[in-house]
């Protein structure tokens, strides 16, 4: 299996994002961040994308050449356009205003909108975390799920991230979908001819099944029940109606490539501790809670492994699957 230095991993997919139409700075944003989650073991938001991503920039599901802008501000909440693009770009230039306006205003909420997958949203909310800003990120994604009582997909499985700051250590990342499993589970299940526990997903008629192939046509389930169906609906309506995106039922799957401009949104919410208790104040308590939770043996603190496993690949580099180096090779013209 090949294995890459992070620098040569974002030199490769940075090659593969240019030969198909990103912008310099679309290509080099979009493989910084890639290259990143891949480094914190996040596969499924890592080097894979870069031959979906390809062909939305080739077949014009994605502007390679958009460039993110603020359109709309007032005090500490701003809307950025990602104008069609590549979702990184947009997401850099909201985690930069959100710091600004957080250090400004205590508080700032900051919506994109016609935008497009976001990938790891621990990302950006621990960017801000290691600015001293406590951080939460929303996405709405293409609807795979159904309202409560519902049986055809109408929301996304629309992650949540949230960060907070700590004193002399990595911050606390939370990061997670709202569905049961990721659909891809079920895909591999489908593939491999596997039952599927029930509780994942519906049929077409909204019945439960453990047959993959019923649920790839009908709908995943929300953890948490209806708990989480409607912490998946807040998501939608923060990251859409406010913003202007599209809901999830109005864009097209990312499983295939041709389809419409998703035209997504993301929001970001960062406050300023010191705005609250202040910084040193926020930070014991965090500290007391931390020392609480390691008081119980077997507790892992979240983003903890994601951490380490980052560092060791900075040290050690990245492994790359053979086909898939293959793959990003060709893209990249050579």
């Not at 606390?172 to 079920?186: K, N, P, T």
């Amino acid at each position: 299996m090949p294995r890459l230095s992070m620098a040569a991993a974002e030199d490769l997919v940075r090659a593969a994002l240019a030969a198909a139409g990103a912008a310099p700075t679309m290509a080099a944003a979009t493989a910084r961040t890639l290259v990143a989650a891949e480094a914190q073991g996040q596969a499924g938001h890592g080097l894979s994308r870069v031959p979906q991503y390809a062909a939305f920039l080739r077949n014009g599901r994605a502007d390679g050449g958009a460039v993110p802008a603020v359109v709309a501000e007032r005090g500490g909440a701003a809307l950025v356009d990602a104008r069609h693009g590549l979702a990184y770009p947009a997401l850099d230039l909201a985690v930069a205003e959100a710091a600004r306006r957080a250090r400004a205003h205590g508080v700032a909420f900051l919506g994109i909108t016609n935008s497009h997958h976001s990938g790891a949203m621990g990302l950006p909310v621990a960017a801000l975390a290691r600015q001293g800003l406590v951080a939460l990120a929303f996405t709405n994604s293409p609807a795979a799920m159904p309202v409560p009582g519902g049986r055809r997909p109408l929301l996304g499985t629309n992650p949540v991230a949230a960060a907070f700051p700590r004193r002399g250590a990595e911050p606390l990342v939370i990061d997670l979908a709202l569905s049961q499993v990721a659909r891809g589970r079920i895909m591999v299940a489908a593939k491999e001819g596997r039952r599927i526990p029930e509780g994942w997903a519906i049929d077409a008629e909204g019945n439960p099944t453990t047959d993959p192939d019923a649920a790839l046509g009908g709908a995943m389930l929300a953890a948490g029940g209806t708990k989480g169906a409607l912490l998946a609906l807040v998501v939608e309506l923060l990251c859409c109606a406010l913003t202007g995106a599209a809901f999830g039922f109005e864009a097209d799957s990312f499983f295939v490539d041709e389809g419409n401009r998703p035209r997504l949104g993301q929001a970001i919410l960062a406050i300023d501790p010191g705005a609250m208790a202040g910084q040193e104040g926020f930070l014991d308590r965090v500290e007391v809670l931390v020392g609480a939770m390691l008081g119980d043996t077997g507790v892992r603190l979240p983003g903890s492994r994601r951490a380490a496993l980052a560092e060791k690949a900075g040290a050690e580099g990245l492994e790359v699957p053979a086909a898939l180096h293959d793959r990003l090779q060709a893209l990249a013209g050579g």
